[in-house]
C-alpha cells in the first residue's frame, strides 16, 4: 500500500494542527511499513502536484479541521478541481477538531462520507476525534502526547480496513460529555482559558480585549 496524503487545513503546515496530527499517523504507517507522500493544500502552488497524485493513486487520505461543523472552504476549492475516477480509488478521511465530544464532529462527517460517491470513488471511512484544540502552541513534548494516540490508528489503516474497524469508532471519545464535566469546562472556558486566549492573542499584536464588540467600538482587534 502507498498513501497519498492531503492536508486539507488552509493555514500553513508550520502553524497546522492537523499537521501534527499527520505526523504522528505516518510514524504509524512507517511501523507497518506503508510509504506515503504528503501534500498541503495550503501552499496553492502545489495543487497541481497535489491533482497530479490523486489521479495516480489509489489510495487517498485527506486530513482536515472542523470549520464551523464542516469542512473548510479552501478545501472545497480544491476538491472541484478533481475529475472523476473510479471505484478502484479508496478515499478516506481524519476530521479533527476542538470540540471535545463527538457529536460536534458530526455533521462534518456525514459530509466527507458523500464525498467519494460525487467523485465516483470508494469510500475508506472516517476517523473522528475531537479535543485537539491549540496542538501547535503547545511545547514539543506536549504535542508529542496528545498526537501519540494518532500513531494507533496509522499502524490500523496499514492493515488495510480503512476506518470502518471497532477500534476507530471507539477513537472518537465520548459522543456527549457527562452534565457536571460540561458545566466545569464552560466555567473553565469563562475564566482560565480566556486568559490563556487574551494572552496568546497580545502575543500576536491584539491590543483589545477578545470579547470587544468591534462593530460598536470601531476598534481594529489587528
Known amino acids: 500500500m502507498h498513501v497519498v496524503i492531503i492536508n486539507g487545513s488552509p493555514r500553513v503546515q508550520k502553524y497546522s494542527n492537523t499537521e501534527k496530527i499527520i505526523t504522528a499517523f505516518t510514524k504509524g504507517l512507517s511501523e507497518k511499513g506503508i510509504t506515503f507522500e504528503t501534500y498541503a493544500i495550503s501552499n496553492r502552488k502545489a495543487w497541481d502536484d497535489i491533482r497530479e497524485a490523486y489521479i495516480k493513486n489509489d489510495e487517498i487520505l485527506i486530513a482536515l479541521p472542523l470549520y464551523v461543523e464542516c469542512v473548510p472552504g479552501l478545501l472545497l476549492e480544491f476538491l472541484e478541481t478533481l475529475p472523476q475516477k473510479d471505484e478502484h480509488t479508496r478515499l478516506s478521511f481524519v476530521l479533527q477538531s476542538g470540540f471535545a465530544e463527538g457529536c460536534q464532529l458530526r455533521c462534518g462527517e456525514a459530509f466527507l462520507a458523500k464525498l467519494p460517491e460525487y467523485l465516483g470513488v470508494r469510500y475508506g471511512g472516517c476517523l473522528v476525534k475531537g479535543d485537539n484544540f491549540g496542538i501547535r502552541i503547545?511545547?514539543?513534548?506536549?504535542?508529542?502526547?496528545?498526537?501519540?494516540?494518532?500513531?494507533?490508528?496509522?499502524?490500523?489503516?496499514?492493515?488495510?480496513?480503512?476506518?470502518?474497524?471497532?477500534?476507530?469508532e471507539k477513537f472518537t471519545g465520548p459522543e456527549y460529555l457527562p452534565l457536571p464535566m460540561r458545566l466545569i469546562m464552560g466555567l473553565i472556558f469563562k475564566t482560565l482559558a480566556k486568559k490563556m486566549f487574551q494572552k496568546a492573542a497580545a502575543s500576536w499584536g491584539c491590543s483589545v480585549p477578545l470579547d470587544e464588540k468591534v462593530w460598536e467600538t470601531g476598534h481594529d482587534r489587528a
Open 138 to 168: 503547545l511545547d514539543e513534548e506536549k504535542q508529542v502526547q496528545v498526537t501519540k494516540p494518532y500513531q494507533a490508528m496509522g499502524e490500523l489503516f496499514a492493515e488495510g480496513d480503512g476506518f470502518f474497524r471497532e477500534e476507530a
